[in-house]
């Protein structure tokens, strides 16, 4: 990782969802103990859950993506003859790109439809989440063409 762009696509791929998890791990036991413990209602808990934990799968399939993890793929690829390999690598990342342009469509009428609707404890508009999911196919978009472009111009580059 040299440049900025992979700084970012890293950190949004790992760091991010480490954070997002640790709100969740962190919101979930406060809101064990207050309500168990102490007797206490934590409202705004589930709300901050539901919405960090889907931070961390989307943003974590950009880490998966960079890691080369990405729903198994490599392990497949791998196994296929030599001469195979590349094309189906680039097959695989056209694949991807094509099911995140359906999905960035898919979240675009859900932040059309969810604009006047708000998660009743946070008072958050919903929007968010979709909008999230929106922004992490984006960059799972550019992982996949940085890539592609790598499979095409280095492709004797480690392929893990």
Do not use: Y
């Not at 909008?131 to 004797?156: C, K, N, T, Y």
């Amino acid at each position: 990782m040299t440049n900025w762009l992979d700084r970012f696509l890293s950190f949004i791929g790992s760091v991010l969802p480490a954070a997002l998890l640790a709100i969740v791990l962190v919101v979930v036991t406060a809101n064990v103990i207050a309500r168990k413990v102490l007797g206490i209602p934590f409202h705004i808990a589930h709300d901050l859950a539901l919405v960090s934990f889907a931070g961390v799968v989307w943003f974590g399939v950009v880490g998966a993506a960079i890691n080369g993890q990405l729903f198994g793929v490599a392990f497949f690829v791998n196994h296929l003859p030599l001469p195979l390999r590349r094309a189906a690598r680039l097959l695989v990342h056209l694949i991807v790109i094509v099911i995140a342009l359906a999905v960035i469509r898919a979240a675009a009428a859900q932040i059309e439809t969810a604009r006047f609707t708000r998660f009743l404890a946070l008072g958050w508009p919903k929007w968010i989440v979709s909008a999230a999911l929106l922004g992490a196919m984006a960059m799972l978009i550019i992982v996949q063409l940085r890539q592609a472009w790598s499979d095409i111009f280095d492709p004797e580059a480690k392929k893990e």
